[in-house]
């Protein structure tokens, strides 16, 4: 008796050891009679040791469903004690635990297609569309790329082509003008070849992956530059511009 007052006493209470304490000195009756005989000695225990009968009745049925080594780890006493008159108390803990933060609408409807997914039939049925899905999907993301790639290999032969007018053209001198031709099939080229690498990107073997990213880096920065020359007004100042900023009333006036 010395034990449950002090355990009433105790800050926070030990529910477990509360409960644990009442099973021994109260074992559960098995017949009508008995059961009623445990609830009256409860009812003196309560009284003796200054824990709340309520509190009491629930501690020591919460340990008598739940006895040492039965109890899951981690889990409350509290969510133990919900659960402890249910014949499928552990699985019914284990899906609250899992179930832990849904809100009610949603923990419903998961319940629900957890009971359907057992039977075979629907498992089966559910796995199948699912992959048929995922293959549709993939394919139809195939099929933008590929509707990409073909519209870049269209533009590279266009290219090709008019390259080579150009090139048997009278009028081409310049060695400079030859070079920007070539270049320009050189770029389709290269956008056929960059949209046929990304649509294997993903099948790219581990070792390789570093040099790749490099050199993609150094085509992005080659394009970058190429069009910053190209198209001078719309690139923004460089470290080497200098940019002359009049703080003089007089419109034009410059300061050194």
């Excluded at 409860?42 to 049925?61: A, N, P, V």
């Excluded at 039977?119 to 089966?124: F, K, T």
């Excluded at 294997?200 to 073997?205: L, M």
């Excluded at 085509?219 to 003089?248: C, F, G, H, K, W």
Aim: hydrophobic fraction near 40%.
């Amino acid at each position: 008796m010395a034990e449950g007052v002090r355990l009433a006493q105790a800050d926070p209470l030990d529910r477990w050891a509360i409960g644990d304490l009442a099973v021994e000195a109260i074992p559960p009756g098995r017949t009508r009679a008995e059961k009623s005989a445990a609830q009256r000695r409860l009812e003196l225990f309560s009284g003796e040791t200054g824990l709340s009968l309520g509190l009491l009745k629930d501690c020591y049925r919460t340990s008598q469903a739940w006895p040492p080594g039965a109890r899951l780890l981690g889990i409350s006493h509290s969510k133990h004690s919900t659960v402890a008159n249910r014949p499928d108390r552990v699985s019914a803990l284990l899906d609250e635990e899992m179930a832990g933060g849904l809100p009610n609408k949603l923990r419903t409807k998961v319940e629900r297609a957890e009971e359907l997914l057992r039977d075979p039939q629907v498992r089966a049925a559910v796995i199948d569309r699912s992959k048929t899905r995922s293959r549709r999907v993939a394919a139809a993301a195939r099929a933008v790329e590929d509707e990409e790639l073909v519209k870049a290999r269209t533009y590279q032969r266009i290219q090709e082509a008019d390259a080579k007018a150009q090139l048997a053209a009278p009028e081409i001198l310049s060695r400079l003008a030859e070079r920007a031709i070539r270049g320009n099939v050189a770029l389709a080229k290269m956008v056929t070849e960059l949209l046929d690498l990304k649509s294997v990107i993903h099948q790219v073997p581990p070792q390789y992956h570093d040099r790749t990213a490099e050199n993609l880096t150094q085509v992005s920065r080659a394009a970058e530059r190429a069009l910053n020359a190209l198209r001078p007004a719309t690139r923004s100042p460089q470290p080497r511009d200098v940019v002359v900023i009049s703080t003089d009333d007089q419109p034009g006036a410059e300061h050194r």
